[in-house]
């Protein structure tokens, strides 16, 4: 099974964990960042650095690009038309705000799926409509040499 297929595997196995602001514990309560913390740990052991306290705001007060530049430390930066199934998507939630809410990318083609927590939903597969599609702000895939 190659990691990007093991990444959807585990995200799928975080489906109907309840949205929790900060929280990374499968079944129990997750946000955005903390359903890619889970599969990361599924697929590596730990987490590749310490994640310091964020509000829900993000860094919208300073403007500054937290989730990007940590996705660009760990992962590896795909160009946005070259898709794949396991790809970690980051989102901009609005035109000229920061990048602050991701997803793995399920499925490709003519109907292409994402698994993400959401305020309100918990984790859930979502349809990548048209709407999403335009907030992508960047695309990853995960590093070989997953356990």
Known sequence: MTVAER?????RAWIGTPYQHQAS???VGTDCLGLLRGVWRA?????PEEVPAYTEDWAEPTHCEVLLAAASRWLIAKELARQAPGDVLVFRMRDGSIAK???LQSRIGAHPRFIHSYTGHGVIESSLSAPWQRRIAARFCFPEGAR
């Not at 990444?7 to 995200?11: D, K």
């Not at 697929?43 to 987490?47: K, P, S, V």
């Open 7 to 11: 990444a959807l595997a585990e995200a």
């Open 25 to 27: 514990v499968k079944g």
């Open 43 to 47: 697929l590596y052991g730990t987490e």
């Open 101 to 103: 809410h991701l997803g």
